[in-house]
């Protein structure tokens, strides 16, 4: 039997299936697929532009051959491992890789902008120290890597950035900026447990999306099981005369010249007196027998719409008339070969069907085929039932 649009129930699962396995509280790896190679290619990005816009300080604050030590730490050594990771960014294959080498260029702008402090006179100095702090606090909360890749990232950093500021590259050492020590570790701590509740937050927000669309999955199937409810007969599982009716309205609606379609009206003959003298539940078994017969002959583009009680309309597109007839002969024998004993006609007699044809006819509309055929039903039923009528 064709099938509505309405009906697309099973597409829409097919279109939006629901994914059982994955958990919203599995909040890292919803962040990881958030997580994509555009975070790190912008915080890249913006890493190399720092990196490169600070000589200009560098130049204004340092003297020429502390001026060259810096230079050769931002250019020889931070800015060719950015710029590595950005071309590793840009293929899937190498994004472990990547991340490591992305991990590896924070490390080293944190202590070479440390380093760089340590020959800046006050108070420059503080400030390419303060800088580098910055730089892990931000590695932590923007960098885009894992988590795992991020913890040891900031730890690292944050470990040989204390003994730089402690020893100020001299030796003996200096052990000054004693207090920087404890503000490193600080900036450590919060700028992990910034990232871990920014992760929570984004898995929160993954849960709720995902929620939704489920939500709306489950919305979708809702609906178009009520309408397959609404525009289906509940005892025979065909349609019903509410979808017919839209049927008509649609073709009637429609602005494209119509070709025509096929219609079969299919009436039990005495069925009234069957349900009288085998009652109603025989009668409800009897109809839904005469259904299945007539879906298994017909084709998948056949509409089979429940018209009345005991009548029944089809719709056949694209059928000729003598395909139409052929058909139409065809349900006739079906139901009689399923031998089903009329009680109200005598031993013998069995359950058939009349039915009325009506070719089709180009620019006629669907009402005025199914008037058509069910004249001709009338004719089958008055030559002695049993019959087609044309």
């Known amino acids: 039997m064709a099938t509505s649009p309405i009906f697309a129930d099973e597409s829409v699962n097919e279109q939006f299936p629901i994914d059982q396995h994955r958990r919203a509280s599995d909040w890292p790896e919803a962040t990881r697929q958030l997580r994509g190679s555009g975070a790190r290619r912008r915080f890249l990005v913006g890493s190399l532009l ?32 950015v710029l590595l990771a950005l071309a590793l960014n840009r293929r899937p294959a190498d994004r472990p890789l990547q991340a490591v080498v992305q ?7 944190t202590l070479s902008v440390t380093a760089i402090g340590q020959f800046a006179p006050e108070p420059f100095a503080g400030r390419y120290m303060m800088s580098a702090l910055f730089v892990v606090f931000a ?21 040989l950035y204390i003994p730089i500021v402690v020893s100020g590259l001299h030796w003996p050492p200096a052990w000054t900026n004693i207090d920087l020590v404890g503000l490193s570790l600080i900036t450590c701590v919060v700028g992990l447990r910034a990232r871990r509740r920014k992760e929570a937050q984004i898995a929160e927000l993954v849960a709720i999306r995902r929620s939704d669309a489920q939500l709306k999955r489950e919305l979708r199937r809702a609906n178009a099981a009520l309408e397959r409810l609404s525009a289906t007969d509940a005892l025979t599982g065909v349609f019903n005369r509410r979808y017919l009716d839209e049927l008509i309205e649609q073709d009637t609606a429609s602005l494209v010249p119509s070709l025509g379609q096929s219609v079969l009206m299919i009436d039990v003959d005495h069925f009234k007196l069957f349900n009288d003298c085998g009652g109603h539940a025989a009668g409800d078994r009897c109809l839904q027998q005469i259904v299945a ?37 065809r349900l006739c024998g079906a139901v009689s070969d399923l031998k089903i004993p009329h009680p109200g006609l005598g ?44």
């Open 139 to 159: 590695g932590a909360l923007v960098s885009a890597l894992s988590w795992r890749t991020t913890k040891i990232m900031t730890v690292t950093a944050t470990m």
């Open 293 to 329: 017969a007539i879906r298994r002959n017909l084709r998948s583009c056949d509409v089979v719409v429940r018209y009345g009680g005991e009548e029944f309309a089809v719709v056949l597109p694209g059928l000729d008339d003598a395909e139409l007839h052929e058909t139409a002969e």
């Open 347 to 390: 031993e013998a007699a069995v359950v058939t069907i009349s039915v009325g044809i009506a070719p089709a006819v180009p620019a006629e509309t669907l009402a005025d085929a199914i008037q058509r055929a069910d004249k001709s039903l009338y004719r089958a039923k008055r030559g002695g039932r049993n019959r087609v009528g044309a």
């Open 50 to 81: 720092v990196n490169v816009a600070a000589l200009g300080i560098d130049v204004a604050v340092l003297d020429p051959w502390h001026l060259a030590l810096a230079a050769g730490l931002r250019l020889l050594l931070v800015t060719p491992l």
């Open 103 to 109: 991990a590896i260029a924070v490390v080293a702008f």
